[in-house]
């Protein structure tokens, strides 16, 4: 059953929709509603005929033909005439409608200009004019009552009126999830993530609220990859969330790339904007890392004191300067070593006696 409905939103191809020109549509319409008027108020004189003040007939009577008339030119001139400008849609660069006839889809209006289409084609975008809450979440307004009135006469209005689908690269950016990393750490990671709209049948019709259903993806997805890396690792060749940026934000938008290929949506980019340890290991996690950081200069620096003090002996032993037993050398590697490894500054200690 989930694969027939699978096929079924797949099987929903876009079909670019040829209009007319909304200029030419416009004094057209313009003309005939006048015409139609005209032949109304014709009708209405007919009826009981004109004449001048020299009784000279000026409009026969006829109140068949007039009655007649009346009825076609009140039907053309203000049912049919004002019909004909529902049929007219102004787009803007970058932006479509979707349109739909008697509950079928009619096809896509794209390109910017001025259009005329069938006046009976409803516009649908099933993601206009929702109103964000508190949360960043789409759904209903949380807070008093009145705030919710507002809200919802402000939704039922935006609706009305923008109906058009952006084809625009948009931002989706997410709030910060709390995720446990590979090892099970728990993390809190953030992501912002670039898209757009490419097939236009396929998020009206294929899915109930593409931003929705987006955003819940995004959401699944960024958890499917997280417990797939640690936070850090201190092998160089094993990817992790800390180092690996780029390979995590290409596997991020593949994975999400797949989830919502049903909905028509391309996903441009996706980047990791936040990551940090949970609160409750944030203490630990950083002394873990001064811990290693101080291990790691320990070693810089005990293998730099090494080096200085094998150069001192041979510089000392190359230029004859003093000729030094094995106590004696081992004596003076031990207080270089003190002196190049301590932490405080060393205090010198002037023998003024024999150096025997």
């Not at 529902?86 to 932006?95: C, I």
């Not at 070593?337 to 932490?343: A, E, I, K, S």
């Amino acid at each position: 059953m989930a694969k027939e409905i699978l096929n079924d939103r797949k099987a929903v191809e876009e079909v670019e929709l040829k209009a007319g020109n909304g200029m030419t549509a416009l004094v057209l319409s313009i003309l005939f509603t006048l015409v139609a008027v005209a032949v109304f108020v014709f009708g209405i004189l007919m009826v009981e005929g004109v004449q001048s003040e020299t009784g000279e007939v000026i409009i026969a009577a006829n109140s068949t033909l007039g009655a007649l008339l009346a009825v076609v030119g009140a039907l053309f001139g203000f049912v049919v005439g004002p019909m004909l400008f529902v049929g007219l849609k102004t787009l803007k660069p970058n932006e479509a409608f979707v349109l739909t006839l008697f509950g079928r889809y009619y096809g896509t209006l794209k390109g910017a200009g001025f259009f005329w289409t069938n006046p009976f084609a409803i516009p649908m975008n099933p993601a206009a004019g929702k109103v964000a809450t508190s949360s960043g979440a789409m759904g209903v307004v949380d807070g008093p009552a009145p705030n919710v009135l507002k809200a919802a006469m402000k939704n039922d209005a935006m609706m009305r009126e923008n109906k058009r689908i952006s084809l625009k690269a948009m931002t989706l950016n997410n709030e910060r999830q709390k995720i446990n990393d590979r090892l099970g750490n728990p993390i809190i990671i953030g992501i912002v993530v670039i898209w757009r709209v490419v097939n236009t049948a396929k998020a009206v019709f294929s899915v109930d609220n593409f931003k929705e259903f987006l955003s819940i993806q995004c959401d699944s997805a960024l958890r499917d990859i997280v417990s797939l890396y640690p936070y850090d690792s201190t092998d160089d060749n094993e990817k992790s969330l800390r180092v690996s940026s780029h390979e995590i934000a290409e596997s991020l938008r593949s994975e999400i790339q797949s989830k919502v290929e049903v909905a028509g949506l391309e996903i441009v980019e996706a980047r990791i904007t936040h990551l940090s340890y949970s609160q409750e290991i944030a203490a630990a996690m950083l002394q873990r890392q001064q811990a290693s950081a101080i291990v790691d200069a320990r070693q810089m620096i005990v293998e730099g004191a090494v080096g200085m003090v094998e150069m001192a002996l041979a510089k000392l032993s190359e230029n004859d300067i003093v000729q030094l037993d094995e106590e004696r050398k081992a004596a003076m590697v031990s207080n270089l070593l003190v002196v190049l490894c301590g932490n405080k500054d060393a205090q010198p200690v002037v023998n003024s006696g024999s150096l025997y």
